[in-house]
């Protein structure tokens, strides 16, 4: 990989993963996209807005830039799409199929960012295996399994090199989530240096599936690198970190700030998709076919994350706090 269009670079992940690129293959090989123009200030180097909506846009970009791979983000995450379920099916299946078909055109390679929310209910949820059945019970799962099965069918039917990840709830300093079930973990980070108190919309006892965001983005250029020929999961790679629910994550930020007090008031929508999702999945097929490893556990994020908005000495990230941008 020697050029990659980012879609969806001025999200959570896009933000981290554009920087990470551009430090590999240096700043004018990394165009950063993104439906909102003012993330060209925040991200820096290349940029084009692009809405993936617009099947002619990507192809046009792509046809533009000639990626070796396309990192394709965009989506709205598992809140937004239970506020917006049509939008959510046109932006993150929409916009997915009009970058498959731009990949088969351009012979590019695609990136297709999963979610362990692609699993339901209806399987044991202590610890999935990578082949579980899949059903969903959110739009925002839907259309992640459904992608996961559209890549594969564009590998399949046009060879097209799709890979992807299905990523746990992801932490950072740099960037906000936005819309996601998962985004206490990233609020109580800069409430708890910003005040001292956060009000948890989950349960104390909700465990779910974590990932600091430099082992995610290492996770997905390297799953990008990976020597085809050893994978046979490609779409949808389970990989995981830590587990961990409210009350440990209070716990470990308290070592920091002996002060900090956690509170609760569960949001019934939060909780009942949280609820729907697995409790830890299992990564074993990760780590055997491509080398998937983790190199940041609770205590470790937790010192890096409390770490670094201390010394920003702001409650919010560098990037303003804001709801996910959705098209019109
Ligand atoms: C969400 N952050 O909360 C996302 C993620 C596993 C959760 O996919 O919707």
Redesign the pocket.
Known sequence: MKRALVIGAGGQVGTELVVALRARYGQENVLATDLRPDAAATLGGPFEPLDCTDGEAVLAAVRRFRPHTVFHLAAL???TGEERPRLAYRVNLGGLLNVLEAARAEDSAVFFAS???SFGPSIPLDLVPQDAAQRPTTM?GITKAAGEMICDYYHLRYRVDTRGLR????ISHVAE?GG????YAVEVFQAAVARGAYTCPLRADTQ?DMMYMPDAVRAAIELMQADPSRLTHRNACNIAAMQFTPRMLAAEIARHLPHFRMEYRVDPLRQAIADS?PRRIDDSVAREEWGWRPEYDIAAMTAEMVAHLRQRGSASPGIPNRRPTVPR
């Open positions: 995450l598992s809140v979610t362990i929310a925002y990523f746990p709830g992801l989530p996601g079930t998962t985004d779910l999702w």
